[in-house]
């Protein structure tokens, strides 16, 4: 999982990318973060639902048919145990390593709240608010849950309307899907930059103050 940042964007389309963040910037005084990460979370737990979804009903169907024909009894019992552990651990180890068949076990609810969570985490922790206009966006891309969030400081949230995000969010995981991610990504910057210039013109000493594309973990 730790890899799917990396294989998103391609050496050339990352140059893309951090050219439409540039070029965005040339128009407003606001900041704009584009960070593309693998997780926003190892979701341990649809490991182990997943896993024993598949044993229990499997360990009981081969309990029944190598077990004695009596089916209540210590030696059917213990033998029912073996089997589920054995299966436990097979279907453990195949889900953790089989992406499309681990998100099957997470919920639509826990996926929003851990990509916001990572969200507002990578906010602070790549110095998002501390812009001297309050004015930085984060554009935060989750690979593995297929998920787009994006996260604005004060400074811009008390004049953008309601929907704005929403719709520039809805329109870049179309592009995703339809397997145009990096045009997706620069259009969705260049709406970002559309935005910011409207209510944070560029100013003449205006520098940029922070990173415009970061690759995580």
């Avoid at 598949?54 to 169907?61: D, G, K, T, V």
Wanted: aromatic letters at 10%; charged letters at 25%; hydrophobic letters at 50%.
């Amino acid at each position: 999982m730790k890899d799917l940042a990396k294989k998103f964007l391609t050496a050339n389309e990352r140059d893309r990318v951090t050219e439409a963040v540039r070029e965005a910037e040339k128009m407003t005084a606001g900041e704009i973060v584009v960070k593309i990460i693998s997780a926003s979370y190892h979701y341990p737990m649809a490991n182990v639902i997943g896993a024993a979804l598949f044993a229990l009903p499997l360990a009981l169907i081969f309990t029944a048919l190598t077990g004695e024909w009596l089916w209540i009894g210590a030696q059917n019992m213990w033998l029912l145990l073996g089997y589920l552990a054995a299966l436990f651990i097979f279907f453990h180890e195949i889900i953790k390593r089989t992406l499309w068949l681990k998100r099957l076990f997470i919920s639509e609810r826990e996926v929003n709240e851990e990509v916001e969570e990572a969200a507002v985490t990578t906010f602070f922790s790549e110095g998002l608010y501390r812009t001297r206009d309050e004015t930085g966006v984060l554009l935060l891309i989750s690979v593995f849950e297929h998920k787009v969030w994006i996260l604005a400081d004060k400074g811009i949230n008390a004049r953008v309307e309601d929907g704005q995000w929403e719709d520039i969010v809805g329109r870049l995981i179309r592009g995703i899907k339809q397997k145009r991610r990096v045009d997706a990504i620069c259009e969705a910057v260049a709406q970002i930059g559309a935005i910011l210039k409207a209510y944070f013109p560029v100013k003449p000493d205006d520098t940029d103050e922070l990173k415009n594309l970061i690759i995580g973990d």
